[in-house]
């Protein structure tokens, strides 16, 4: 059982940043997908970010290219995002997820159904 733990959220301005940090527990952390979503009020969630552990492949939605960046920790097992220049629309409940790599790939990297392992999430907010 994969178990993750998300850290790192909390209140910014708009033009600011936050790293998030998601703890994994699993020992099969350098061959998996690991993705970043997020989730407004009264809204889907989305995917973000996502990183295959190992092959350090990364994918990112347009909406975050060139602000975000998602990156892996080998020393202490974790996947962090890196966040800058946060927008309000960048607001939400922001979840740490996992599934099982297609060799160096991720098959679906901003799918939520194609994750079966999440975290229990962190608020992120931005407001002036």
């Known amino acids: 059982q994969v178990h993750l733990v998300e850290s790192g959220g909390g209140s910014v301005q708009p033009g600011g940043s936050l790293r998030l940090s998601c703890t994994v527990s699993?020992?099969?952390?350098?061959?998996?997908?690991f993705g970043w979503f997020r989730q407004a009020p009264g809204m889907e969630r989305e995917g973000v970010a996502t990183?295959?552990?190992?092959?350090?492949?990364?994918y990112y939605v347009d909406s975050v290219k060139g602000r975000f960046s998602i990156s892996q920790d080998n020393a202490k097992n974790t996947v962090d995002l890196q966040m800058n220049s946060l927008k309000p629309e960048d607001t939400g409940m922001y979840y740490c997820?996992?599934?099982?790599?297609?060799?160096?790939?991720?098959?679906?990297?901003?799918?939520?159904?194609?994750?079966?392992?999440w975290g229990r999430g962190t608020q992120v907010t931005v407001s002036s």
């Open positions: 997820a996992a599934t099982a790599r297609n060799g160096g790939s991720c098959v679906r990297p901003f799918d939520f159904d194609a994750f079966p392992h």
């Open positions: 990183i295959s552990t190992g092959a350090t492949t990364t």
């Open positions: 699993d020992n099969t952390y350098s061959s998996r997908c």
